[in-house]
């Protein structure tokens, strides 16, 4: 098993020969806090307050062919998102970012549903923010 990495016990990203749950598309957001001050005559003036929180978004592909328990999965993300519980984000064992992150939003697609309604394939868009 190769894990690729994890967020906090909610989400462990992993490829083997029995089980692939990977994300795709990973962009993290690095800003710093700015005010600006207007002047007769002139430019504003910037000011800079300091570094603004981390944030980044991914998409993660939940395959049940590929070992992974689409809904489970998705119920885990939803009670992390509804509790706000912080976890560190860890890719290729380093963390991302300088703390602890939340998920602030996950967008949920069914791709697949079988007979009965069992899920099968589905993804699923974190933004994760940090957490001071």
């Known amino acids: ?8 016990k909610t989400v462990t990203f992993e490829t ?7 994300f795709k598309g990973f962009k993290r957001e ?11 005559g002139k430019k504003p ?12 978004t991914f998409t993660v592909t939940l395959n049940a062919w590929h070992g992974v328990k689409p809904r489970s999965t998705l119920d ?16 290729a064992s380093q963390r991302v970012g ?3 992150m939340v998920i602030t939003s996950a967008s949920q697609t069914w ?16 933004t994760l923010e940090e957490y001071a």
């Open 45 to 56: 003036l910037k000011q800079f307050l300091g570094p603004d929180a981390d944030s980044v």
């Open 98 to 100: 300088s703390g602890k």
């Open 76 to 91: 885990r993300i939803e009670q992390s998102v509804k509790k706000g519980t912080p976890e560190y984000l860890v890719i």
């Open 111 to 126: 791709d697949e549903i079988y007979n009965k309604g069992e899920l099968v394939r589905a993804s699923v868009e974190l």
């Open 1 to 8: 098993m190769a894990v690729i990495g994890s967020f906090g």
């Open 16 to 22: 083997s020969d029995q089980r692939i749950l990977s």
């Open 30 to 40: 690095i800003k710093g806090r700015w005010a600006s001050h207007e002047r007769v």
